[in-house]
C-alpha cells in the first residue's frame, strides 16, 4: 500500500469517499429540507430554480447555473480531514476498532463540533435544526472516519 508520512494512502482514500458519501446521505437525502430552509436556501415547486440569500438580498439560480467543481472541490475536506485522522491515530498509538471509534468520537467532541457551532451562533437566524445537522454530521463522520482507518492501515 502507499504510504506518506507512515500514513497508508489507501485507506485514507477509502476513508474520504465514505465521509463524502455520509455527506451526501445526511446533506442530501436524510436531512436536506431541514439543512436548507436553517441556510436559507429554497428550491422552487418545479424543482428546476433554487434561491438564496446573499449580501445583496435574495438570489435565484436555475440548474444550468450551478457549478459542479464546487462538488469535487468539496472532495478535498474529507481528504484532509482522512489525513489528519491517520496522521493523530498514528501519533497517538490507537490501534483496533474500539480505539478507534473513541478516539473518532473524542475528536469530534473537543475539536469537530465546537468549530461546527460557530455558524449557529453567528449567522442571524441561530438554526438549532442547521446546528443539529451539522453537528451529528461531524459525529458520524469523525467516528466512521476513525474506524475505516483502523481497519486499514
Known amino acids: 500500500m502507499p504510504r506518506l508520512a507512515g500514513i ?3 485507506g485514507v482514500l477509502v476513508s474520504a469517499i465514505l465521509i463524502y458519501f455520509i455527506g451526501f446521505l445526511w ?6 429540507e431541514v439543512y436548507m430552509s436553517a441556510h436559507g436556501i429554497f428550491i422552487n415547486d418545479a424543482g428546476d430554480a433554487i ?3 446573499t449580501s445583496g438580498g435574495v438570489a435565484t439560480e436555475g440548474q444550468e447555473d450551478a457549478n459542479p467543481m464546487w462538488m469535487l472541490g468539496g472532495f478535498l475536506v474529507p481528504v484532509i480531514l482522512s489525513f489528519g485522522f491517520a496522521w493523530l491515530m498514528r501519533k497517538s498509538g490507537v490501534a483496533g476498532l474500539g480505539a478507534a471509534v473513541s478516539f473518532g468520537l473524542t475528536l469530534s ?5 465546537p468549530l461546527m457551532a460557530y455558524d ?3 449567522t442571524p437566524w441561530h438554526s438549532a435544526g442547521g ?14 472516519g476513525c474506524a475505516v482507518l483502523s481497519k486499514l492501515d
Open 27 to 32: 446533506y442530501g437525502l436524510l436531512f436536506s
Open 8 to 10: 497508508n494512502l489507501v
Open 51 to 53: 434561491s438564496f440569500l
Open 120 to 122: 449557529f451562533f453567528y
Open 109 to 113: 467532541l473537543l475539536i469537530g463540533v
Open 131 to 144: 446546528l443539529l445537522v451539522d453537528l451529528s454530521h461531524t459525529v458520524v463522520t469523525f467516528v466512521v
